[in-house]
């Protein structure tokens, strides 16, 4: 009895971690073709991956913006027929209890050379979708000094 108890508590673990491993691989395509519809400068496969709650900070104070004010500011990039270019890698996921919410930060190699993005998506029961991104550039903190003299 006690071997049969530990047999189905084994399947069931590994079954959630395949389960598990499944949606990282099913999320990692989702973004990593975000990530290549702003390369292809493809708008609309851009944005239909995410929410309309939607928010995307950028890399400089003033770039908060909910998806209506996104698509704006990037509408002109995309109409030159090129956005910009994230190639993505080290990209760590995080999971809410009821896996209708998660989490990831990836690291990314870009014209602004490093940076990290770190975003939200949500499971609404047929699709998943981003809610939120944030898009930092990495400074050393034995630069950090320098950097704050370039910002006054």
Known sequence: MKFSLIIVSLLFFNSSIFSQNEVEKELNLLIDSW?????KADFNAYFEKTDDSFIF??????????KKQFMAFSLPYF?????WDFKASNRKWNFSEDKKMAWF??????????????GILKFDGNEWKIVYY?????????KIKKFIQLRD
């Open 35 to 39: 990530h290549l519809a702003a390369t």
């Open 57 to 66: 900070l950028g890399t400089a104070p003033n770039e908060r913006w909910d």
């Open 79 to 83: 109409e030159k027929g090129k956005a």
């Open 105 to 118: 930060d990836e690291d990314l190699d870009t014209w602004m050379k490093g940076c990290r993005g770190a």
């Open 134 to 142: 944030n898009l930092t550039v990495l400074i050393e903190n034995e």
